[in-house]
C-alpha cells in the first residue's frame, strides 16, 4: 500500500520592507488589521452619522428601562460628517465620521478631508506619536485606495505633523500592501 503524501505547511510570509514607506518625516506601514506593525496611541474607525458601522452586532437584553433607552434615543443627534469622536480605550479610539446614509454616495472626499485633518490636529494637540489609520471611504465606501493616499498626502502636506512618528494603514486582509508605495509617487 502506497505511503498517502501530505502537502507541506505553506504560509505566506510577510514582508514588511515592501509594506513601508516614509513621507515627511513619518515612518508609514500598511499591514492587515490582524498583524499590527506597532503599537498605536489612537486607532481611527471609519464611522457613519450615527456611529453604526462600528457597532456591536451581538443582540443583548437591555439593562435599562426600555422606555429610558427609547428617551435617550430621541434625544441623540447624529455627528457631523467629516468630524471625529474619542471613545476611550487603549489604544484611543477616534470615530472618523465620514458616511452619511441618507446621502448617496454615503461618503464624500470632503468628508473623508475633514476627518483626517481633525484626526491629525488632535494627535499634535494630544502629543502622540503613532497612530493606526483605516483607508477612510475605502472599507465602507467605493474610493479607491490611490485616491485615498492622495487626500492623504494633501492633508500631511498642509498640516506637517510635528509629533507623529509612526502611522500604521489599516488594511482588509488579503490586501496587498505595495500599493502603499502609491502613496508617495506624484
Known sequence: MAKEQTSPDLRLVWDAREC?????????????????????????????????LDADTKIVE???NVGKLVDEMEQSQAAPPGSIRIRSGTPLKLD?????FEH?????????????GAVFT??????MKS???????CQHG????????????????NQTPR????????LEPKSDCTIIKSLVEH
Open 20 to 52: 513601508e514607506v516614509t513621507l515627511q518625516d513619518i515612518h508609514i506601514v500598511a499591514a492587515p488589521r490582524d498583524r499590527p506593525p506597532f503599537d498605536v496611541d489612537a486607532l481611527v474607525v471609519e464611522q457613519d452619522t450615527w456611529l453604526v
Open 62 to 64: 437591555p439593562v435599562e
Open 96 to 100: 472618523a465620521v465620514v458616511h452619511d
Open 104 to 116: 448617496e454616495p454615503t461618503w464624500t472626499e470632503a468628508w473623508i478631508i475633514s476627518a483626517l
Open 122 to 127: 488632535l494627535t499634535e494637540n494630544s502629543g
Open 131 to 137: 497612530l493606526g489609520l483605516p483607508l477612510l471611504g
Open 142 to 157: 467605493n474610493l479607491e485606495p490611490r485616491r485615498f493616499f492622495s487626500l492623504l498626502r494633501c492633508v500631511l502636506s
Open 163 to 170: 509629533l507623529i512618528e509612526h502611522l500604521w494603514l489599516v
